[in-house]
């Protein structure tokens, strides 16, 4: 059965540094999303990519984050400059066209220092 | 008044019970609604959609009134197995529509 991948499982960074959390989408899935977690809280909404562009954000997303299809596999999220409140689950999830459901990858645990 | 609302529980109920979660939400123009299950620290997995005429999958039954913004889950003869976490989730309108998460109803199922 496919499923989205992330990568790494597990990020440790110091603030201020950048970090890249890595994402496989299913192959045939157009819609990409990322969400985060913090612990102890529910899933919030950071960003959904289609067609090569932003399709909404939150305000969450501001201007420390980005995302990017680099290739036609890959779909990344870029935190510049990290700060504590940072520090969560980050989910990756894609969606087929056509489709409704949305599937979660396994999670980057980002933790920082 | 919170975008998805849920009773966190937890709700603690011996093997074999019969458990029903709710969950409210606010936006009247939502599109599409579920429930995901999430085990600690795991992701979000799908449960099942849910449509107006209801729908069941094996001992899982969700409902949707959108008269009440309401959406429920029913869990019968509970297994160990399904102590997790309950997401509510409702997708909002448009192409690329983000989902809107409840923070969840946890359940526990004892011997």
């Known amino acids: 059965e496919p499923e989205v991948t992330q990568t790494p499982s597990h990020q440790v960074t110091q603030m201020g540094q950048e970090v890249i959390l890595r994402c496989v989408p299913i192959s045939n899935h157009l819609y990409f999303y990322w969400y985060r977690q913090i612990l102890g809280q529910k899933v919030e909404f950071l960003v959904s990519f289609y067609n090569n562009e932003i399709s909404e954000k939150s305000e969450i997303f501001d201007d420390q984050f980005s995302v990017e299809r680099p290739d036609g596999s890959n779909f990344t999220l870029k935190i510049r400059s990290t700060k504590l409140e940072d520090s969560a689950m980050y989910f990756c999830?894609?969606?087929?066209?056509?489709?409704?459901?949305?599937?979660f990858g396994p999670g980057t645990r980002l933790t920082v220092t | 008044r919170k975008e998805v609302e849920q009773d966190p529980g937890p709700f603690n109920v011996p093997e074999g019970a019969t458990v029903a979660f709710n969950c409210t939400y606010s936006?009247?123009?939502?599109?599409?609604f579920f429930w995901y299950r999430q085990d600690c620290r795991k992701e979000p997995k799908l449960l099942m959609s849910?449509?107006?005429s209801g729908n069941e999958d094996g001992r899982f039954t969700a409902q949707l009134n959108r008269a009440s913004q309401y959406i429920s889950l029913l869990i019968r003869d509970s297994k160990l197995s399904d102590s997790a976490t309950y997401l509510c989730v409702v997708r909002s309108t448009g192409t690329a529509s983000k989902l809107t998460f409840g923070t969840g109803t946890r359940l526990q199922v004892t011997l």
């Open positions: 849910v449509y107006s």
């Open positions: 936006n009247s123009a939502s599109q599409s």
């Open positions: 999830a894609s969606r087929a066209s056509g489709g409704d459901e949305q599937y």
